[in-house]
Structure formats: structure tokens, C-alpha cells
């Protein structure tokens, strides 16, 4: 997996950024998360856009925020 860059938005959104890909601007995606639970809710990515997958965006936000 390469590299996520996550930025916290604002309470429920978190912006994600794979820096492993040459234009990274080209492959940011917005994940959003429940701001009292933390849940994950969705993602941008057309991966779970249409195929509603859980995404290594979420994955990565998920990771960020077990603690
Ligand atoms: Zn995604």
C-alpha cells in the first residue's frame, strides 16, 4: 500500500491523499466519518463509489483514528 496522506477537513470529513501515485492531486478523495463515533460512512473513490467496497481510504482513516 503507498503512502496516505490524511488532513482532517473539518468534524467528519477527512481529506485523503495518495502521495504513492505521480499526480497525487489526481487521486484525493474525501472520506467521511460519523463525528461522534468515528463510524465510517463513505468514501469519494469510485471503489466504493460503485461498488460500495470498503477502500483503502477508509482503511486509512480507520487506522489514523484507532486510538
Ligand atoms: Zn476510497
Redesign the pocket.
Known amino acids: 500500500m503507498g503512502t496516505m496522506c490524511l488532513r482532517r477537513r473539518c468534524p467528519g470529513l477527512i481529506d485523503v491523499t495518495n502521495e504513492s501515485h505521480e499526480n497525487p492531486a489526481d487521486h484525493q ?1 474525501v ?1 467521511s466519518i460519523d463525528d461522534v463515533t468515528e463510524e465510517l460512512m463513505a ?3 469510485p ?2 463509489v460503485h461498488r460500495n467496497a470498503f ?4 482503511a486509512a482513516v480507520e487506522n489514523a483514528t484507532d486510538d
Open positions: 478523495y472520506v468514501c469519494t473513490c471503489h466504493h477502500c483503502k481510504h477508509m
